[in-house]
């Protein structure tokens, strides 16, 4: 599986976007996807997962602010993103899994990230 981000880039403090990451491949029906973040000098956090029947679970830091969701005939997750915050700032990047990766620990398919920066 190969997956693309899109979405990212410059918003103020307060401010929406709306994060896309296709899915290329069979399947994704069937996958675990997931968006995380990550800044210099730190390392990559989960924002957020989504399971194959639609269950989700965030990072406490971005809990009712960022909503996670997948259009399967699409091949398409999204990240939600309100209220966003200076903080939020770092490159965001997908994630895929099936579920023998998931179990076995392994790392399944990232995307090369996309930049969100949120800045007045």
């Known amino acids: 599986v190969q997956v693309v981000e899109s979405g990212g880039g410059l918003v103020q403090p307060g401010g929406s976007l709306r994060l896309s990451c296709a899915a290329y491949?069979?399947?994704?029906?069937?996958?675990?996807m997931s968006w995380h973040r990550q800044v210099p000098g730190k390392q990559r956090e989960l924002v957020a997962i989504i399971n194959s029947g639609g269950g989700t679970n965030y990072a406490d830091s971005v809990q009712g602010r960022f909503t996670i969701s997948r259009d399967n005939a699409k091949n398409t997750v999204y990240l939600q993103m309100n209220s966003l915050k200076p903080e939020d700032t770092a490159v965001y990047y997908c994630r895929a899994r099936d579920y023998s990766e998931y179990r076995e620990n392994r790392e399944g398919s990232w995307g090369r990230g996309t930049q969100v920066t949120v800045s007045s």
């Open positions: 491949g069979s399947g994704f029906s069937l996958l675990l």
